[in-house]
């Protein structure tokens, strides 16, 4: 078997470390709360599993929605490993494992036979941010908890549907539309509200997640601030020359990204070191290569 010649572990291991293992275990944990305390009593079908779940608890109330969940899931995974191989994500495996467990033992330890409060709108926001964090946290390392993700892996492979995410956003649509004739409009109209909040949660909180800081500081005094971004800050820059438009003198342009944390650091030190200098400061969510992310 393949290994990892410096940490001498399996290949399949990949870059799981015991950060990576505690984020996706928070985010799993999060959408496990998230889903069995809010949408469960709730009936918020908002689509994927969890939806379908509701639904057939309702059908078939002999069989408690947290079941229901723990069944598809776990089928899924199977069909998963089936028709993916070893393509198929161990973290993903995991994860989807392990939500199953999580909604199984919360039922178990923790019945809940109607909602914590009598406000829907409350419990329906705690219903959508809790699992948006959590799956936030999962797609941030490549995971996620299983379930329609699963389904999207096998089509992507084996079909050519042009784009799977508006399919899936479609089969959502229809289980969160049909809420409305199973629980009463108005847990239907709270369910089709969820599902569209629901994108926009996760994408805001992915780009809050990666956000850093992108600076670009027109200066004469280039070498020292790359200078303190290299021994200082252990990042390195990008150095252009250029010529001021008005002045018509000599400058040089620093390009630098860096964490939100570093940006207050560089934006003091190079006033500092040039109390002149001009700078360019913006957010991005996508910075790919050494000292951020690999791909």
């Known amino acids: 078997m393949a290994e990892d010649q410096q940490t001498n572990r399996p290949a399949w291991f990949g870059r799981?470390?015991?950060?990576?293992?505690?984020?996706?275990?928070?985010g799993t944990l999060l959408v496990s709360v998230g889903v069995y305390f809010f949408k469960f009593p709730n009936n918020f079908t908002t689509g994927g599993v969890s939806g379908i779940s509701i639904i057939l608890g309702r059908l078939f109330p002999q069989i408690t929605p947290a079941t229901f969940?723990?069944?598809?899931?776990?089928?899924?995974?199977?069909?998963g490993f089936i028709f993916l191989g070893r393509s198929f994500g161990l973290l993903?495996?995991?994860?989807?494992?392990?939500y199953?467990?999580?909604?199984?033992?919360?039922?178990?330890?923790?019945?809940?036979?109607?909602?914590?409060?009598?406000?829907?709108?409350l419990e329906l926001c705690f219903a959508i941010?809790?699992?948006?964090?959590?799956?936030?946290?999962?797609?941030?390392?490549?995971?996620?908890s299983g379930g329609t993700d699963i389904v999207a892996m096998i089509l992507k492979k084996y079909t050519t549907v042009g784009d799977i995410g508006k399919a899936l956003l479609v089969?959502?649509?229809?289980?969160?539309?049909?809420?409305?004739?199973?629980?009463?409009?108005?847990?239907?109209?709270?369910?089709?509200?969820?599902?569209?909040?629901?994108?926009?949660v996760v994408d805001s909180v992915l780009e809050s997640i990666n956000l850093c800081k992108?600076?670009?500081?027109?200066?004469?005094?280039?070498?020292?601030?790359?200078?303190?971004?290299?021994?200082?800050?252990?990042?390195s820059?990008?150095?252009?020359?250029?010529?001021?438009?008005?002045?018509?003198?000599?400058?040089?342009?620093?390009?630098v990204a860096c964490r939100r944390g570093e940006a207050i650091r560089l934006r003091q030190m190079s006033k500092k070191l040039d109390p002149h200098s001009f700078m360019f400061i913006t957010n991005t969510s996508e910075i790919i290569g050494k000292g951020f992310r690999q791909e």
């Open 16 to 26: 799981i470390d015991l950060k990576t293992f505690g984020i996706v275990n928070l």
């Open 69 to 79: 969940v723990s069944v598809i899931n776990l089928t899924l995974l199977v069909v």
């Open 92 to 98: 993903t495996a995991y994860c989807s494992a392990m």
């Open 100 to 121: 199953s467990l999580e909604t199984w033992l919360l039922e178990l330890l923790v019945p809940m036979d109607a909602p914590f409060t009598d406000q829907p709108l």
């Open 129 to 144: 941010f809790l699992p948006a964090v959590g799956s936030a946290l999962l797609f941030n390392y490549g995971a996620s």
């Open 171 to 200: 089969s959502d649509s229809l289980i969160a539309a049909s809420s409305c004739f199973i629980f009463g409009m108005q847990v239907g109209l709270f369910s089709l509200l969820g599902l569209f909040l629901k994108a926009f």
């Open 214 to 235: 992108f600076f670009f500081i027109v200066t004469t005094k280039a070498e020292e601030i790359n200078d303190f971004v290299i021994h200082r800050m252990n990042h």
């Open 237 to 255: 820059s990008t150095i252009l020359n250029a010529v001021g438009g008005y002045s018509h003198g000599d400058q040089q342009v620093v390009m």
